[in-house]
């Protein structure tokens, strides 16, 4: 199991553009400035994560395997989705349905944070603060 506690500094992001498309997002909801942050406290497999940027600051507590509704998502899109978290190996999962996820992962000290909808993936890094 990996820890992911910490405050973590957005430093580059890949395919967003074709995931907030296809998604259909307004670009403005993905803040892509190095003023982005997420900071994680992590108690065994209890997880509260506060994000800040665009303007905007969320905070959500999560227990892996216990289904919740996945407040990013229902801000961006104006729905509300149950994602049920779980373990991957190393990776921290949030899965909805049809197959849809964002995985968090440790690699070469930054953490990488993956979106994937109906087959479009869009990354975020972030260095350790």
Do not use: C, Y
């Amino acid at each position: 199991m990996a820890n992911f506690s910490g405050k973590w500094v957005f430093d580059h992001g890949e395919n967003m553009q074709a995931l907030v498309e296809k998604v259909k997002v307004d670009p403005a909801k993905i803040p892509d400035d190095k003023s982005s942050t997420i900071e994680i406290k992590q108690n065994g497999d209890t997880f509260n994560i506060v994000t800040v940027g665009g303007g905007r600051t969320r905070d959500v507590t999560f227990t892996i395997g216990q289904s919740f509704v996945d407040q990013d998502i229902k801000e961006l899109r104006g729905k509300e989705i149950n994602v049920t978290p779980s373990w991957q190996g190393s990776k921290l999962m949030l899965t909805g349905d049809k197959g849809n996820f964002a995985s968090r992962e440790i690699v070469g000290g930054q953490m990488v944070v993956t979106f994937s909808f109906e087959g479009v993936e869009g990354k975020r890094f972030f260095n350790k603060a």
